[in-house]
């Protein structure tokens, strides 16, 4: 089936895990099923392997990581998540200084040296001519939460080089009905918006409220509270930051009552940031509910995750299904990659649905 080229932008500690994850599923390991190889929703799609997907561009602001080889910079503080992959190959992609716009909130660089963001001191690329000439069909953008401009100029080089775009954070571009249509006037595949987890807080949490509606029990409240000590919590900890992240994380277990709870009676999002945890995160779910006869029932659930590496699992699916979008020539969102792969996509599903619409799309369906 030959590679899939990508670019990313922002290599950070999701970056640092589908990086290691190219080089674990591609490495012959004693022992392992080449069936089926723990972690992976899929092996193939289409005919392509998670280590087909190779990175050819790289875009970064931090001085510890601007100029340095992508198989180096992945390691580069502030990035702290688990390091799985104990041999990289030599990538031949240097990182390079991308704009600054917002992705750096200002409270980051009043940290320790180990936390903060330090921003190099030389001028952007023209990231747009960079995809060009890398050969990239794909950029998948990382820009920390709340980085509205950065994620929208990285939305327009694609759109400039002629490049497909899978979006991991919550600025919405494929769920936004104009940046949709730009990209299907242009003739490019999106996926977006915010990207789920293998099993995170908000997939979990779906679940249950589901679950609890499909039993015949009434959901009256919940919360979702996170905590971690990864660089996306230092980041949020700036609540400015934070309107579209729980627009998103909302939605997403909104979508799957049939009667959405009232704004006073649901709370999720970002607690507080706590750095001895690295990039674990741990989050507390509650949910209260009326059952039988009235009477109440209540739920609580503590899940403890390595933060990363849970969504590079969905990535490289969604990665594998954006390069087919392009194979096939198919425009704009794929919504039934974008309902499995995304808190956020254009039209939500139940999980069940979002699941055999995806795997309807892998076989040749739209």
């Known amino acids: 089936m ?4 990508i670019a990313i932008a922002g290599v950070g500690n999701c970056a640092s895990s589908l990086v290691q994850g190219l080089a674990w599923y591609g490495a012959k390991r004693p022992g392992a099923s080449q069936a089926r190889l723990a972690g992976l929703m899929h092996e193939t799609i289409g005919g392509y392997r998670v280590c087909d997907i190779r990175v050819v561009a790289a875009f970064d602001v931090d001085r510890r ?17 688990v390091r799985f992959a104990q041999e990289l190959p ?5 990182v390079q200084m991308g704009p600054v716009l917002d992705g750096v909130s200002e409270h980051m660089r009043q940290f320790s040296a180990d936390e903060r963001f330090e921003p190099a ?3 952007a690329v023209n990231v747009a001519e960079i995809l060009k000439k890398s050969g990239a069909d794909i950029l998948v953008n ?11 100029y990285y939305a327009e080089c694609c759109l400039s080089a002629g490049v497909a775009m899978v979006n991991c954070v919550p600025v919405f571009i494929a769920s936004d009905p104009s940046w949709a249509a730009r990209f299907r006037r242009r003739g490019l595949p999106v996926i977006g918006d915010d990207i789920k987890a293998q099993v995170g807080a908000t997939i979990t949490h779906r679940t249950l409220v589901r679950l609890m509606e499909e039993r015949g029990l009434r959901v009256d409240r919940t919360y979702q509270l996170n905590v971690g000590g990864n660089t996306d919590f230092l980041n949020m900890l700036n609540r400015q930051r934070l309107a579209s992240k729980k627009v998103s994380k909302t939605e997403a277990v909104q979508s799957q009552l049939g009667r959405p709870l009232d704004e006073k009676d649901i709370h999720i999002g970002p607690a507080d940031y706590v750095p001895f945890l690295k990039d674990r995160k741990v989050c507390f779910l509650r949910i209260e509910a009326t059952g039988f006869g009235g009477v109440p029932m209540e739920l609580e659930l503590r899940l403890c995750v390595e933060d990363s590496p849970n ?3 969905v990535v490289v699916d969604a990665i594998r299904c954006c390069k087919l979008a392009l194979d096939r020539k198919l425009r704009g969102p794929a919504n039934a990659v974008c309902a499995w792969t995304m808190k956020h996509p254009p039209r939500q599903m139940t999980d069940e649905e979002a699941l055999a619409a995806m795997e309807r799309f892998i076989r040749g369906g739209r």
Not at 2 to 5: A, D, H, L, T
Not at 142 to 152: D, F
């Open 2 to 5: 030959g590679n899939i080229n």
């Open 90 to 94: 030599k990538s031949g992609v240097i």
């Open 142 to 152: 990382y820009m920390p939460v709340g980085s509205q401009r950065a994620t929208e």
């Open 121 to 123: 001191d030389e001028p």
């Open 65 to 81: 990581k601007v100029g340095r080889p992508l198989e180096e910079a992945i390691f580069a503080r502030p990035n702290n998540t």
């Open 311 to 313: 969504s590079a699992g």
